[in-house]
């Protein structure tokens, strides 16, 4: 059963960075793409990153372009999001994500299997 908690999240100066980590408590080498989102606050759910098993990465075109990074730990169910050059409009809560499918999808619908969310906060 896919189980999601994240970590990672807090205060930090514009221009920082932070890491944050996502595991999977379900049973090891899950084949499920997991894909991280944010929502900021007054919008909708969005898109940050997604990566396969195999280790395809899909970025944003959009949210957070060229100042992210997704990594992924098979043997461990853990996917890591880091982010730099920080600025006070990504403050949200970033949550992760899974579905039951290889492929990673850029919508909310197309993952059943969502972390409670870490908040990331922006600010100096």
């Known amino acids: 059963q896919v189980q999601l908690a994240e970590s990672g999240g807090g205060l930090v100066q514009p221009g920082g960075s932070l890491r944050l980590s996502c595991v999977d408590s379900?049973?090891?080498?899950?084949?499920?793409?997991m894909a991280w989102f944010r929502r900021a606050p007054g919008k909708e759910r969005e898109f940050v990153a997604g990566?396969?098993?195999?280790?395809?990465?899909?970025y944003s075109k959009e949210s957070m372009k060229g100042r992210v990074a997704i990594s992924r730990a098979n043997t461990r169910n853990t996917v890591t999001l880091q982010m730099s050059s920080l600025k006070p409009e990504d403050t949200a809560v970033y949550f992760c994500?899974?579905?039951?499918?290889?492929?990673?999808?850029?919508?909310?619908?197309?993952?059943?299997?969502w972390g409670q969310g870490t908040q990331v906060t922006v600010s100096s």
């Open positions: 990566i396969t098993w195999r280790g395809h990465i899909t």
């Open positions: 379900g049973p090891p080498f899950s084949t499920n793409a």
């Open positions: 994500a899974a579905r039951d499918f290889e492929a990673v999808e850029t919508e909310p619908d197309d993952y059943v299997h």
